[in-house]
């Protein structure tokens, strides 16, 4: 009988520390001022993906290493291109993945307006150009 005393006290015991140690290992901390959060964050490649998985934008580094933020729709297609190379610009394609639009900067700085109809046919304006009359 003394033995099951002794075996219960220190079952009881045991339980009773646990569970302190336990809660107070698992205790959340509160948030103070004087805690820090991340002001960056660095990767050589961020993607967006949709609720299914799907990629839908990139932001990423070319292989002549020069930024581009690239948007796709839900067809894989990359409707918006906007990035640096030699002329930097921006392009729009429509629903078959062909460029229609390209607003670009030369290596001097100069701007150029191409415009493509669905056949591929160029229109393009570009600075020192002046408009086509109607």
């Known amino acids: 009988m003394k033995m099951f005393n002794t075996v219960c006290a220190i079952s009881?015991?045991?339980?009773?520390?646990?569970g302190l140690l336990g809660s107070f290992l698992a205790m959340e901390k509160p948030i103070s001022a004087e805690m820090r959060f991340p002001t960056y964050t660095t990767a050589e490649e961020?993607?967006?993906?949709?609720?299914?998985?799907?990629?839908?934008?990139?932001?990423?580094?070319s292989a002549d290493g020069e930024p581009y933020l690239a948007l796709l729709d839900g067809q894989d297609t990359r409707k918006?291109?906007?990035g640096l190379s030699k002329e930097s610009g921006l392009a729009l394609r429509d629903?078959?993945?062909?460029?229609?639009?390209?607003?670009?900067?030369?290596?001097?700085?100069?701007p150029s307006l191409i415009f493509r109809d669905r056949q591929q046919n160029t229109r393009a304006l570009s600075a020192g150009q002046q408009e086509p009359q109607p």
């Open 80 to 82: 918006l291109w906007l």
């Open 95 to 110: 629903t078959d993945g062909k460029t229609r639009l390209v607003l670009s900067l030369d290596g001097e700085g100069e």
């Open 46 to 61: 961020f993607r967006l993906v949709d609720s299914q998985g799907k990629l839908r934008a990139v932001l990423a580094l």
């Open 12 to 18: 009881i015991m045991s339980g009773a520390i646990g």
